[in-house]
């Protein structure tokens, strides 16, 4: 009677994701969260509070990946840290989750755009302005139609929260800031 997966190598093995153990109450109050934003329709905030190690992301990742595999929600996850990486920020959650890496921009700016219009909010102007933000350090042609100027961080946050409530219009949306 092996443990293993089925079709899986003994050397995948070790990479399979150990569940919550526990943590009742916490799971609960974080389902909970979940129910009343789908139940009103109203974004929550759900902080999770901790020592380093005490397992909060691994609670996140609980919520997470539950509310996927049952259809509750979908979710996007930014991290965040102290010594600021390539992978940090909303940015670079934008390029993951929008598949832009290694993609000229042209190509991206198409891709988005197909992907906002299947989702009933077609916009070129987006769809070039979400590109940018996932790639800021990459250079467009100045004259390409593929260039976007923001005028204050203030424009940024719409077009992201634009884009979040394109997500969020069939399925809820987690936002894991970790």
């Known amino acids: 009677n092996s443990t293993a997966p ?9 990479l399979r994701t150990n569940g919550v153990v526990g943590r009742y109450e916490e ?18 905030l759900l902080l ?10 691994t609670l996140a990742n ?11 929600a979908r979710w996007l996850m930014a991290t965040h840290n102290a010594e600021r ?9 934008l390029d993951r989750f929008l598949r832009t890496r290694g993609k000229d921009r042209a190509t991206a700016v198409s891709d988005v755009n197909k992907f906002l219009k299947y989702r009933g909010t077609p916009s070129h102007e987006d769809a070039v302005g979400l590109v940018h933000l996932s790639r800021p350090n990459e ?3 100045e004259g390409s139609g593929f260039e976007a100027h923001f005028s ?27």
């Open 62 to 72: 609980w919520l997470c990946t539950r509310a996927d595999e049952v259809g509750g």
């Open 139 to 141: 250079e467009a042609v």
């Open 48 to 57: 999770l509070e901790g020592a380093a190690g005490s397992g909060k992301s």
């Open 27 to 44: 799971r609960d109050r974080m389902w909970s969260a979940l129910k009343t934003t789908i139940s009103t329709q109203r974004a929550q």
């Open 85 to 93: 990486g390539n992978e940090d920020g909303i940015g670079p959650m």
């Open 152 to 178: 204050s961080p203030a424009e940024k946050h719409a077009l992201i929260a634009r884009f979040f409530q394109t997500l969020a219009t069939h399925r809820p949306l987690i936002l894991w800031l970790d």
């Open 6 to 14: 089925h079709g899986a190598g003994l050397a995948l093995f070790g």
